[in-house]
């Protein structure tokens, strides 16, 4: 069974850094394209960043470009997400999914790990 | 940006009642559009993806329709397990977009 396994969630003060990680494991991890999406409490959800399976393209929201960057080890199983510049409105729980293409272009997010939450706060 | 409006935010419903819970994209979005369950504390799950296509072990009493703007998430016989939040998701283009989401409780 696929697993996705975040780390590196904590508080952390405004204009402060955080590095989240997601350990993958039961799939080809260097085959897929990978994702973050963010929670903040009692709200939806929204999508942060993608990254495409060889590192050579990564899509963000706008609300986080220049300040979170997106990366993966292959050899190490792992997806990255390097936030810089947090602010309040980054709270959130952060969670690492994998994402499927389908026929067509279509993609959708199939595999979901539990989330590490994120605090910003002084 | 795509904007995704769910409808309706909230309901409320008794095991075995169908439900309907509806998505409409601000523009058209072909049927790039995926629907997701969330329960209180757990990460969402994958439902349904390309408008219609029933995930592999999702129960067939969950289905999907529509194309362009309006969608439809249908559950046809409601089951205690099935009380949740729901998530429609566009993947027509980044950013990628969720809605608001729907919440469907015990009546």
């Known amino acids: 069974e696929v697993q996705l396994v975040e780390s590196g969630g904590g508080l952390v003060q405004p204009g402060g850094s955080l590095r989240l990680s997601c350990a993958a494991s039961?799939?080809?991890?260097?085959?897929?394209?990978m994702t973050w999406v963010r929670q903040a409490p009692g709200k939806g959800l929204e999508w942060v960043a993608s990254?495409?399976?060889?590192?050579?393209?990564?899509y963000y929201v706008d609300s986080v470009k220049g300040r979170f960057t997106i990366s993966r080890d292959d050899a190490k199983n792992s997806l990255f997400l390097q936030m810089n510049s947090l602010r309040a409105e980054d709270t959130a729980v952060y969670y690492c999914?994998?994402?499927?293409?389908?026929?067509?272009?279509?993609?959708?997010?199939?595999?979901w790990g539990q989330g590490t939450l994120v605090t910003v706060s002084s | 940006d795509i904007q995704m409006t769910q409808s309706p935010s909230s309901l409320s419903a008794s095991v075995g009642d169908r439900v309907t819970i509806t998505c409409r994209a601000s523009?058209?979005?072909?049927?790039?559009l995926n629907w997701y369950q969330q329960k209180p504390g757990k990460a969402p799950k994958l439902l349904i993806y390309?408008?219609?296509s029933l995930q592999s072990g999702v129960p067939s009493t969950f289905s999907g329709s529509g194309s362009g703007t309006d969608f439809t998430l249908t559950i046809s016989s409601l089951q205690p397990e099935d009380f949740a939040t729901y998530y429609c998701?566009?993947?027509?283009?980044?950013?990628?977009?969720f809605g608001q989401g729907t919440k469907v409780e015990i009546k």
């Open positions: 999914a994998r994402l499927r293409w389908a026929a067509a272009a279509r993609n959708y997010f199939d595999y």
């Open positions: 039961e799939f080809t991890f260097s085959s897929y394209w």
């Open positions: 990254i495409k399976q060889d590192g050579s393209e990564k």
């Open positions: 523009q058209s979005i072909s049927t790039y």
């Open positions: 390309a408008a219609s």
């Open positions: 998701q566009q993947s027509y283009n980044t950013p990628w977009t």
